[in-house]
T-cell receptor, first 111, second 113 residues
Framework: GQQLNQSPQSMFIQEGEDVSMNCTSS?????WLWYKQDPGEGPVLLIA?????ELTSNGRLTAQFGITRKDSFLNISASIPSDVGIYFC???????????FGTGTSLTVIP | EPEVTQTPSHQVTQMGQEVILRCVPI?????FYWYRQILGQKVEFLVS????????KSEIFDDQFSVERPDGSNFTLKIRSTKLEDSAMYFC???????????FGPGTRLTVL
């Protein structure tokens, strides 16, 4: 299967700080999705991206579809305690006709 | 707001037993999926289903697995003879297009003893 590498693997930040994480692959993807998952729950969709270069916001979250189509970025501004969780990227490949999930970034926000 | 639902939330079974996990996708969605997530690991694709047939499946989805849409609302995943390594969270998801956003259910935690 195709590999999506997320970095960083984990982050510990102070409340109010901005957060950046990214997802990279050696393959080209046609759609990028970003999800947040709380322990014991299902992933919740945050942002969907469909075109190279696209920049989309959802409140304090902003995500970008990389120009090369091999990467995507998620930024969270002014983090708050409820931002704690694991963030996953997912890329859709026409080659595989499926979504591939990244390895996840665990975010801890210290009040 | 419409959502994907799954039952049961937790299933405990003995190795070798059959289990059926149930999902009700969002009503106007046409694409349905099963994923699994072993504790602490990433979400892994199992199978996609469209127009009453499997459209894609992963290497994980071997002959022990099957999916069915028995009626207009339910979507099921059956594991015929469970193994210890089948213990995981199983998520159902649905979407309006194959390449479009997918919405996940809350998951079923399967524990095989």
């Amino acid at each position: 299967g195709q590999q999506l590498n997320q970095s960083p693997q984990s982050m510990f930040i102070q409340e109010g700080e901005d957060v950046s994480m990214n997802c990279t692959s050696s393959s080209i993807f046609n759609t990028w999705l970003w999800y947040k998952q709380d322990p014991g729950e299902g992933p919740v969709l945050l942002i969907a991206l469909y075109k190279a270069g696209e920049l989309t916001s959802n409140g304090r979250l902003t995500a970008q579809f990389g120009i090369t189509r091999k990467d995507s970025f998620l930024n969270i501004s002014a983090s708050i305690p409820s931002d704690v969780g694991i963030y996953f990227c997912a890329g859709y490949s026409n080659t595989g006709n499926q979504f591939y999930f990244g390895t996840g970034t665990s975010l801890t926000v210290i009040p | 707001e419409p959502e994907v639902t799954q039952t049961p939330s937790h299933q405990v079974t003995q190795m070798g037993q059959e289990v059926i996990l149930r999902c009700v996708p969002i009503s106007n969605h046409l694409y349905f999926y099963w994923y699994r997530q072993i504790l602490g690991q990433k979400v892994e694709f199992l199978v996609s289903f469209y127009n009453n047939e499997i459209s894609e499946k992963s290497e994980i989805f071997d002959d022990q697995f099957s999916v069915e849409r028995p009626d207009g609302s339910n979507f099921t995943l059956k594991i015929r003879s469970t193994k210890l390594e089948d213990s995981a969270m199983y998520f159902c998801a649905s979407g309006s297009e194959s390449y479009n956003e997918q919405f996940f259910g809350p998951g079923t935690r399967l524990t095989v003893l």
